[in-house]
T-cell receptor, first 114, second 112 residues
């Protein structure tokens, strides 16, 4: 699996958009980008994933550059409850006999400031 | 609620003992994954099952074993426990292809 690079920490003011960058310059054509977050010691929470098109759901937006070497997760209106560690993970789609595991890095610790 | 259920939520036991952690995947998911997270450490992949068969193995100790049953629930067995085995153990499940993993809330194991 391709590796990702994320800043270790970021702050964002409450109510503003939080933009979390991720670099995955060695991503392959059949690898998806996934974003998860972990709040304190809870189980990782799935946020969003995409292959090459931008994606949006009720939680966030995912912007993937045209060359797919980097992406940005956008939380449009950050709240205090968005304080968490955010993980950007690339994962291949094998589509046979079950799919691939996720390999977690160290992520970005996002702190929302009141 | 992710739909993945893990029991028990907390487990306290002594060194040398054996414990079993249980995971019920989301309805319809055939893949089950186990992860370990020690205090202030990252999430380490242990093992994956797909429809009852072992699919992938990570940094799982020989003292640990797992299985997935015909009803697709999974159990992680930890034996000859050591103090260093104290950690959060997470189970996740997923569907096919690019389907994301969905994680349970974990079992917190404390070995004294």
């Amino acid at each position: 699996d391709a590796k990702t690079t994320q800043p270790p920490s970021m702050d964002c003011a409450e109510g503003r958009a939080a933009n979390l960058p991720c670099n995955h310059s060695t991503i392959s054509g059949n690898e998806y980008v996934y974003w998860y977050r972990q709040i304190h010691s809870q189980g990782p929470q799935y946020i969003i994933h995409g292959l090459k098109n931008n994606e949006t759901n009720e939680m966030a937006s995912l912007i993937i550059t045209e060359d797919r070497k980097s992406s940005t997760l956008i939380l449009p209106h950050a709240t205090l409850r968005d304080t968490a560690v955010y993980y950007c993970i690339v994962r291949v789609d094998v589509s046979n006999f079950g799919n691939e595991k996720l390999t977690f890095g160290t992520g970005t610790r996002l702190t929302i400031i009141p | 609620d992710s739909g993945v259920t893990q029991t028990p939520k907390h487990l306290i036991t002594a060194t040398g003992q054996r414990v079993t952690l249980r995971c019920s995947p989301r309805s319809g998911d055939l893949s089950v994954y186990w992860y370990q997270q020690s205090l202030d450490q990252g999430l380490q992949f242990l093992i994956q099952y797909y429809n009852g068969e072992e699919r992938a193995k990570g940094n799982i100790l020989e003292r640990f074993s797992a299985q997935q049953f015909p009803d697709l629930h999974s159990e992680l067995n930890l034996s000859s426990l050591e103090l260093g085995d104290s950690a959060l153990y997470f189970c996740a499940s997923s569907g096919e292809g690019a389907s994301p993993l969905h994680f349970g809330n974990g079992t917190r194991l404390t070995v004294t």
